[in-house]
Nanobody
Framework: QAQLVESGGGLVQAGGSLRLSCAAF????????MGWYRQAPGRQRELVAT???????NYADSVKGRFTISRDNAKNTVYLQMNNVKPEDTAVYYC?????????????WGRGTQVTVSS
């Protein structure tokens, strides 16, 4: 099994920056894609950004040019650098990872970290 643990959320003013981290723990053989999603109150969970094991990235249009996803494969960790944040970025941010463990190859999710942007 694998566990994902997010950190770095909090309260930030509009225009400010925040860096989220997500580390994967457990009996992990390999991790393919990793990503960040978010869910605001009353809304469905949506893609923020993804990154392949080779470093190819994909972003939602709403965060392009402001957020940067990166990863450290040696540490099984994915990051989300959030710059010039806006009130509409307020949400619970979840990371996920497509990981192969001793049990199976599946998508794992973290429990989420709250990001609140004040205007």
């Amino acid at each position: 099994q694998a566990q994902l643990v997010e950190s770095g959320g909090g309260l930030v003013q509009a225009g400010g920056s925040l860096r989220l981290s997500c580390a994967a723990f457990g009996s992990i053989f390999s991790i393919n894609d990793m990503g960040w999603y978010r869910q605001a109150p009353g809304r469905q969970r949506e893609l923020v950004a993804t990154i392949t094991s080779g470093g190819i990235t994909n972003y939602a249009d709403s965060v392009k040019g402001r957020f940067t996803i990166s990863r450290d494969n040696a540490k099984n960790t994915v990051y989300l650098q959030m710059n010039n944040v806006k009130p509409e970025d307020t949400a619970v941010y979840y990371c996920n990872a497509d990981a192969e463990t001793v049990i199976a190859f599946k998508t794992y999710w973290g429990r989420g970290t709250q990001v609140t942007v004040s205007s």
